[in-house]
Structure formats: C-alpha cells, structure tokens
C-alpha cells in the first residue's frame, strides 16, 4: 500500500501554499500519495484559544517576512495576500465540490496562485465565480455543499460542542518539507496546515 500524506489546509495560510508548492517533490522523491483535507483554519483557531497574527504586535510583520524568505529558498512565485485575513468558507467549499466532481487538480493549483501570486481576493464572489467558471464548476455546487452541513451549522450555535482532541494534531510545516533552515536565525515554528486540526471542523 502505497504511503500517504495528508495535507491539511485552508487557502487563507499562506504556509500551505508554500507546503503545496513542495509536494510535487515529495511525490517524486518518496512515492507517496498526497490525501487533500480543507479545513477552516479559523474555526481551528478559534476552538483552540489561538490567535491570527495580525493582532499580536511584530507578529504580523514577521508573518510577511518569514513567507518572503522561503518563498525565495523554494524558488517559487509569492506575493502576500493584500486582503489578508479574508474569509475562505466559500472557496474551501469549492475545494470540496471540485474533489467531488472530479476537478480538484485543476482548481486547487489555480486557487493557492490567485490568491498568493496574484493578490486576488477570493472571498468575493466576482473573483470565486471566474475561478469557478475556469475550473468548469458550476457555482450552485457550492450551496448544494452548504446545505449539506447541518451539523457544522449546529456546532457555530453552540450544539453539541466537540472536544479538541490531541490525536487530531497532523500537520507540521518542517515534518513535511524537512528540517528547519539553520540560516535563518530566528525561524518561527510555523505550521502549513496548520495545528491542531480537530475532525469536528473538516469541511
């Protein structure tokens, strides 16, 4: 049985994007298969006492800079997000009806460049339905997603609340693409996709 990894991620990291610019390699190099999971990262967040960098003072900087350092160690195309934080509900959700219908590949490679070489924000419809359109998904896919989400739906108000569980914990940026760079004095432990991940808000 072949080996998996599974990348868990939401569009509005810009650390998964950089992880998904790697993981072509890691195929190549290792065999193994990549298992796609969308998450909401900030229902994540949320749920575990965590705070976005933007609040916090130097982090939000920072944040900037470190994505500016490995996007140029990788090599790849990045230009951080100028809507950052924007909200990702519908396009995750676009991410899962292009898995279900067979055209996943095509929409999540174009989906990490809008928004993260491009600069487009897809948290507006305008912008989500020309992706939408370019990956040939038709957009009523999306609230046929919608309404098949009674029981996240019952969580926001506060249902049946869920318990965080440490066995759900996955996903690690330097687990996946190695080691940290000794050359970059002061790394953060960023995480790609990101911690903790808790089954209750998979999309």
């Known amino acids: 049985m072949a080996r998996q990894i599974e990348f868990f991620y939401d569009y509005l990291s810009p650390f998964s994007y950089l992880a998904d610019t790697q993981l072509p390699a890691i195929v190549r190099r290792t065999g193994a298969e990549i298992v796609y999971r969308p998450i909401l990262l900030g229902a994540i967040m949320k749920a575990t006492g965590n705070s976005g960098p933007i609040p916090i003072q130097g982090k939000a900087g920072y944040n900037v800079t470190d994505f500016q350092r490995w996007a140029k160690r990788y090599g790849v195309p990045a230009r951080f997000s100028p809507h950052f934080p924007f909200n990702t509900i519908r396009v995750m959700r676009a991410a899962i009806a292009a898995q279900i219908h067979g055209r996943f590949p095509a929409f999540h490679s174009a989906a990490f460049r809008a928004i993260w070489e491009q600069g487009e924000d897809l948290s507006k419809e305008e912008a989500l339905r020309r992706l939408l359109n370019e990956a040939e998904i038709d957009p009523a896919l999306i609230r046929e997603r919608r309404h098949q989400e009674p029981a996240a739906h019952q969580r ?16 690690r940026w330097r687990n996946v693409v190695g ?25």
């Open 156 to 171: 926001r108000r506060g249902r049946q609340p869920r318990r965080v569980r440490s066995a759900d914990l996955f996903f």
């Open 179 to 203: 080691k940290r760079s000794a050359g970059f004095r002061g790394r953060s432990s960023h995480a790609a996709g990101l911690t903790p991940v808790p089954s209750s808000h998979y999309l």
